[in-house]
């Protein structure tokens, strides 16, 4: 069972990128997943997640309005697409999956039980 994070890379600040998070091993579909990241020095953070089904999404309010989680369950792809890029997004994103899948989506990394190795994302200024 494995997560495969990719997309990331160095943008001027106002800048895009998509990540991506492809999955093996696993029934991707029931799962719930999510983005998080991990800046030097910083501890863990929550940025985005999406329900099993993608009707219900979640953002970090330092994310929200400039990126967008979603995902494909036929291709078994997770995407984040961030837009209007900031310095302070620089960190390594990780994806992950919650199993469990209960009624509520979690934002709290514990919950989370799959990861995947993780993409830096630089954003120069």
């Known amino acids: 069972v494995q997560l495969q994070a990719s997309g990331g890379g160095l943008v001027q600040a106002g800048g895009s990128l998509r990540l991506s998070c492809a999955r093996s091993?696993?029934?991707?579909?029931?799962?719930?997943m999510a983005w998080f990241r991990q800046a030097p020095g910083k501890e863990r953070e929550f940025v985005a997640a999406i329900s099993w089904s993608g009707g219900r999404t979640y953002y970090a309010d330092s994310v929200k309005g400039r990126f967008t989680i979603s995902r494909d369950n036929a291709k078994n792809t997770v995407y984040l697409q961030m837009n209007s890029l900031k310095p302070e997004d620089t960190a390594v994103y990780y994806c992950?999956?919650?199993?469990?899948?209960?009624?509520?989506?979690?934002?709290?990394?514990?919950?989370?039980?799959?990861w995947g190795q993780g993409t830096q994302v630089t954003v120069s200024s």
């Open positions: 992950a999956a919650d199993r469990v899948a209960s009624l509520l989506v979690s934002t709290s990394a514990p919950q989370y039980d799959i």
């Open positions: 091993g696993l029934t991707y579909s029931t799962y719930h």
